[in-house]
């Protein structure tokens, strides 16, 4: 028995320069036979094949690389051909054509979305990054008050402080929001509202903004204690403490959830109440979790391979936590001559807290004693910042002053500048200009 299936994959072998419509009128007898479940007498011997004859422009086709045998042949004949619809060739090529081309599916219908609902329908999506801004900007703006819950706002709060996008129209409208709807609005919801604004280091232009907040944690510090602290955490970072809310929020509701090493660099001349000191907690003990998450991509070890060649493994120490809990990336003790000098022959750490200076001088002016200073080393990498790669996240910059404001002498290294050195060779003589710059000197070991 030869099958449709058979017969219609030897005919090209047959004749190349053919299309369908050149060979199916020779082989309706026997293909109709066939599918009839007749047999044939003799075998393949007996089916007689009429001399090919190409059919005009044949030859043209299949000279540009058209191919006549494809899914057209299991479309069938065309109509003129002669062939009854409901024959059984023609079942069978409809079915072989189902089998092989299977239908597709109907389109289904997609509800039509609008301003606020759109707006959630892409924030709910997985794939956030392919939203682009845009798209958030214009639904943000076609959605009317009403459509705009804090179950929206949240998500978009949300949306930008993961994605470190730092859009000032979607930034400033939940600011907007907030202070519209401050009276419906739990700590709870405000929290994660205000989480964007610490994290991308943004204050909002919006002018109540400030006192919207300072009336919420007066109202809410006794009844959301976590809140009420990441509260504080975000103003933080924006340098925004608000100095008469402090009076508030230290109750013993939530004072073992905070630590006021924050209120004691930020705001010197505070005289409230504080935390006790057995009951501080440090903020940055350690590496923070995206540098342990991304450390294959980290130049800290490339960092540390230079400094090793540069200064010698006894000059500096690498991932020291210093008083009160702040992780550093490189830290070296210089004399005031400005000498590199050995760490295991120092104490690392500058005293904390600060002495005090002077009523009305900055902490960053106080003074002391120890004749050597301590020189941190910060790596800038790409995923410190925002995605605008031009301002530093806000909990990257709060680590950053509450060193300065220790006493600590800063050397940010940007990663743009670190990502264009070619080789360890450019990156001591990189490492190099920069300690020099800083008036640094050391011994001709390691140099």
Not at 60 to 74: F, Q
Not at 196 to 223: D, H, K
Request: some cysteine; aromatic content about 6%; glycine content about 8%.
């Amino acid at each position: 028995m030869v099958s449709i299936t058979q017969l219609h994959a030897s005919t090209p072998a047959l004749c190349p320069g053919l299309r369908c419509s050149a060979v199916w009128p020779a082989a309706a007898p026997a293909s109709t036979a066939l599918l009839s479940g007749a047999q044939q007498v003799g075998g393949p011997a007996s089916c007689r094949w009429p001399p090919c004859r190409p059919r005009a422009g044949a030859t043209a086709a299949s000279g540009t690389g058209e191919e006549p045998w494809g899914a057209a042949a299991l479309a069938g004949p065309e109509p003129h051909q002669g062939f009854p619809s409901d024959g059984p060739l023609m079942c069978a090529l409809e079915q072989e054509r189902r089998f092989r081309l299977p239908p597709k599916p109907p389109p289904t219908l997609q509800p039509v979305l609008h301003g606020g609902q759109r707006l959630e329908a892409a924030l709910s999506c997985p794939h956030f990054l392919r939203r682009p801004r845009q798209h958030l900007i214009r639904s943000l703006a076609e959605a009317r008050p009403e459509e705009l819950t804090p179950h929206v706002m949240v998500l978009l709060a949300q949306h930008l402080a993961r994605h470190r996008l730092r859009e000032p129209q979607l930034l400033e409208a939940i600011a907007h929001f907030l202070v519209v709807q401050e009276a419906q609005l739990s700590s709870k919801v405000v929290q994660k509202l205000v989480l964007p604004f610490g994290r991308l280091n943004y204050l909002p232009l919006e002018q109540q903004f400030m006192p919207c907040l300072e009336r919420i944690l007066a109202r809410e510090a006794g009844v959301a204690p976590l809140a009420t602290v990441n509260i504080l955490m975000s103003l933080c970072q924006l340098r925004c403490l608000p100095f008469r809310a402090l009076h508030f929020v230290f109750s013993p509701g939530f004072i073992n959830h905070i630590s006021d090493t924050a209120v004691e660099l930020e705001l010197p001349g505070y005289r409230g109440p504080r935390l006790p000191r057995r009951q501080q907690v440090p903020i940055f003990p350690q590496p923070l979790i995206t540098d342990r998450a991304r450390c294959k991509y980290s130049h800290k070890d490339i960092v540390a391979e230079g400094l090793r060649q540069l200064l010698g493994e006894e000059k500096y120490r690498q991932d020291l936590t210093v008083p009160p809990g702040y992780c550093t990336d490189f830290l070296l003790c210089v004399s005031s001559s400005g000498a590199v000098l050995p760490v295991r022959t120092q104490d690392p750490f500058l005293p904390y807290p600060p002495r005090s200076c002077p009523q009305g001088q900055a902490a960053s002016q106080s003074t002391t004693h120890d004749p050597a200073q301590r020189v941190v080393l910060m790596l800038r990498e790409r995923w410190h910042f925002c995605r605008d790669g031009q301002v530093l996240l806000g909990s990257r910059a709060l680590r950053e002053r509450h060193l300065g404001l220790m006493g600590y002498q800063l050397l940010p290294l940007p990663f743009e500048e670190l990502e264009s050195q070619r080789g360890l060779p450019q990156l001591k003589s990189y490492l190099r200009q920069k300690l020099q710059a800083l008036g640094l000197r050391w011994g001709p070991e390691g140099g």
